[in-house]
């Protein structure tokens, strides 16, 4: 047997190894200055490598999260959390490798931070910070780590910093998973694992870094990383009923059917979504005329319309759907999938709301079409408290129920008084949403100062053009990470003489739930 000259994380890392004579022992530069235990460190000049890997998982988070409450939190996390922002586990293997106590600390402490905070214990929801810290510091001591352990753990620490909003570790991370994405060839298939779990968990985690890079691209306002083109060596994510049945002593087949699930759905949509992006900062920056506009917005339009035509019977939303998709433990998914779809198509004709607009052939058909599906969006949220295992909990939902609420507001402001009733209450379900997500992720409380300047704006300005397209609008509608700052062109104590004193307070009196 050849001794080894480099130890298991040199060659991982494909770095240069250089081994130290320590008391006999032989670590290596790396693993010293590192504090890891090092495959070398008890290689004598004489006799052959004996092999001490790193291990996954410490004795300090057996002390911090013995093995009942590691299970709980991650039941909650596959609960309220996986599926919706992103989908990057097998549920089942997920638990062995924590009953196994084979799950790293950089992912079991990345679960448990957004776990904590849904668990009935007000004990274990104070943990939630701890646990979020000790994800970071070990996701930074196994950084060059190369794995998909690793890009996992880097997704799950920037979303709980993104829910703090500090934007500043959630880009970093989410750059770092990029790269690792790069070093480790994903989607592809790791030839040195058989395993049809690991190759679908890999694909998986590629599409869910796709969906991160839309949402966060957006609200970060930075350039997108990753392409909306792909080719078909590119597989959508597979059914998820189809994936959590698969064993794990499945081997990998390549010539085996696939069928398309809910998350391939989620995936065509956020191509549109990109687009969607695209279009409303090239407007704001005055590259497009309003018959630009029109054009591309008639296109995509007829994308989401030709993706909803596509959709299977199945995953239409109705209620009998939804009751039916959520006796399969999906039902928060196929509710995450329809909340995007309402999202995407309130934001591709939001800036059709503007009044200035009158000369445009569009302006009422989109403006009502916007309107239309942000009260879609509100009676969805409303639905899946009601259907159990359905509710919307994530943090993205605080962005798109605060774009949902300024469509329904300006249409308490400026729309059919007949439709008053109804849209006070849809804003009234609304933001009970903003409350309780406002208590599970601190960084919603942003999101609805957020709202509260843009009505504010709506109802202060003397310019009644308060929905023209410009950066000032882009920035509420897509930027979601930034705080947004008043508007004070065109600003007017005396406020906006197209809104009446009695449609000012009834907008004011739906806000004041948001005010306590």
Partial sequence: MRVAKACIQCRAAKRRCRPIEQDGHRPCQQCQYKRVPCSLQYVHAQGPARSIPRPLVSRESRQVLPETLAIELVDLYL?????????????????????????????????????????PSPAVRERKFEFMKLANASLKSHIDDFGLDTLQACMLVSHLYSAENDRDVESLFIAVAFRIAH??????????????????????????????????????????????????????????????????????????????????????LARIFGEVQDLHKKHADGRLVLGDVELFTLQLTEDIEAFCRDLPADYHMNETNLTRIARDGLGGDFVALHLGLYHYSTLLTFPFLDLQLSNSLYQTPWANRCKKNAAALSDLLSLSKRVPGCKAVYFAVAHMTVVSSAALLHELLFGNEDNSSITRQRLNANFEVLVELRDLWPAAEMMTDRLFTFQNMCLRSADPNTHRADPWMVKFLLQHSFPIDPKHAGASAQGNSVVTATRERQVNDALSILRR
């Fill in 183 to 268: 070093i480790i060839r994903l989607p592809e298939r790791d030839p040195q694992d058989r395993a049809a779990i690991t190759h679908e968990e890999r694909i998986r985690a590629f599409w869910s870094l796709y969906m991160t890079d839309r949402w966060s691209s957006a609200g970060l306002n930075v350039p997108k990383q990753m392409p909306d083109v792909y080719d078909s060596s590119v597989p959508y994510p597979m059914n998820e009923t189809d994936f959590y049945s698969i064993s794990s002593s499945t081997s990998y087949d390549p010539l085996s059917t696939r069928r398309e699930g809910l998350w391939a759905q989620m995936v065509k």
């Fill in 79 to 119: 609960a309220t959390l996986h599926g919706k922002p992103h989908t990057l586990f097998h549920p089942a293997k997920l638990r062995q490798r924590v009953h196994e106590q084979k799950l790293p600390d950089r992912v079991l402490f990345g679960i448990a931070g957004l776990a904590a905070r849904f668990h």
